[in-house]
């Protein structure tokens, strides 16, 4: 039986790899990992997809610490709200800040009103962290 493929979207990260994507009514796939079928994926600097029998695929460990990190993913709006409709998506609201989400709404929401709270200028520790500096 065929899977009806809905979209597919990427990330790159900052040695310019990009993954993949694959988005199927069922799941996610991503070639680069070759996983076949996850139900999340956990939008982060390091994501992670989670399959359906709690299997967690992790990005791979490169050399240099930034090089293993996300510098953007590029998501269709209409794929974007699809999939956090059908929870597949799972990403905090700094996140939806740092990757500049247009649903600014992450999974801490209801708890976390004010992401940066102990910042004071919050669009600081976004441009260090769109360079890959976490700390």
């Known amino acids: 039986m065929e899977r009806k493929r809905i ?17 199927y009514e069922d799941g996610i796939a991503c070639p680069n990992l070759g ?22 695929y992790m990005m791979p460990i490169k050399a240099g610490y930034q090089e293993g990190l996300i510098k953007t993913y590029d998501i269709d ?32 929401a209801e708890f976390n009103k004010t ?6 200028d919050k669009q600081k520790i976004l441009t260090k962290q769109k360079q890959g500096i976490f700390n």
Not at 7 to 23: H, N
Not at 79 to 94: A, D, H, V
Not at 96 to 104: C, R, S, T, V
Not at 115 to 120: A, G, N, Q
């Open 115 to 120: 992401p940066f709270k102990r910042v004071k």
């Open 77 to 108: 709006d209409e794929l974007f709200k699809y999939m956090k409709l059908k929870g597949m998506l799972f990403y905090s609201t700094e996140m939806a800040h740092l990757y500049g989400f247009e649903d600014k709404k992450g999974f801490d």
């Open 35 to 56: 996983v076949q079928k996850a139900k999340r994926i956990v939008l982060k600097p390091k994501f992670e997809l989670i399959g359906y029998e709690n299997d967690w």
């Open 7 to 23: 979209g597919k979207f990427y990330a790159t990260a900052f040695d310019e790899t990009i993954y993949t994507f694959i988005v």
